[in-house]
T-cell receptor
Framework: TQLLEQSPQFLSIQEGENLTVYCNSS?????LQWYRQEPGEGPVLLVT?????EVKKLKRLTFQFGDARKDSSLHITAAQPGDTGLYLC??????????FGEGTQLTVNP | EAGVVQSPRYKIIEKKQPVAFWCNPI?????LYWYRQNLGQGPELLIR????????DSQLPKDRFSAERLKGVDSTLKIQPAELGDSAVYLC??????????????FGEGSWLTVV
């Protein structure tokens, strides 16, 4: 059973559009991470959020951690084909275990 | 600096055969992880080492899976005997320490296993 639910599972958009990916759970996390994974490669860390309500920006990507530290969102502005990939959220639970969501497969068409 | 190195990159075996995967973490990283990733899903932790000690192996199917990190550096994950459902990507990762906050976990490219 996955503790983290991501939505949508698949997203196909045109270059220049904006999008938001959601990561939800009934569990409280001490921290939450977002990764991007490209075909044939391992996940690569994008950001770690720790404090409830925290917002972090990475160029065109904006990450937000929910006030109750149970959910998070990733917003991409003006998506580009290079943003294509599998976006994974992962929450840190007791014992420093990192639990991943099932991912959102994003395709940005030129 | 070299990243996390895994081998083999791809492996196809018949069911009931054994298979082993090797991982060399980033130099100086005390924490090593083995994850399994099924198609269309996120990675699932199998085992985590702090140096040579397995500190979290509760999700490792111990009837057929085993792992070792004898000298606290590289690690081997073994499956014996393999089953059809073991087909997946086996990801090794390492980090300077075990706590997630303020830490970065680096993943290897994975070992792709197909059991036929």
């Amino acid at each position: 059973t996955q503790l983290l639910e991501q939505s949508p599972q698949f997203l196909s958009i045109q270059e220049g559009e904006n999008l938001t990916v959601y990561c939800n759970s009934s569990s409280v996390f001490s921290s939450l991470q977002w990764y991007r994974q490209e075909p044939g490669e391992g996940p690569v860390l994008l950001v770690t959020v720790v404090t409830g309500g925290e917002v972090k920006k990475l160029k065109r990507l904006t990450f937000q951690f929910g006030d109750a530290r149970k959910d998070s969102s990733l917003h991409i502005t003006a998506a580009q084909p290079g943003d294509t990939g599998l976006y994974l959220c992962a929450g840190e639970t007791s014992g420093s275990r990192l639990t991943f969501g099932e991912g959102t497969q994003l395709t940005v068409n030129p | 600096e070299a990243g996390v190195v895994q081998s083999p990159r791809y492996k196809i075996i018949e069911k009931k055969q054994p298979v082993a995967f090797w991982c060399n973490p980033i130099s100086g990283h005390n924490t090593l992880y083995w994850y399994r990733q099924n198609l269309g899903q996120g990675p699932e932790l199998l085992i985590r080492y702090e140096n040579e000690e397995a500190v979290d192996d509760s999700q490792l199917p111990k009837d057929r899976f085993s792992a070792e990190r004898l000298k606290g550096v590289d690690s081997t994950l073994k499956i014996q005997p393999a089953e059809l459902g073991d087909s997946a990507v086996y990801l090794c990762a390492s980090s300077p320490w075990g706590k997630t906050s303020g830490n970065t976990i680096y993943f290897g490219e994975g070992s792709w296993l197909t059991v036929v």
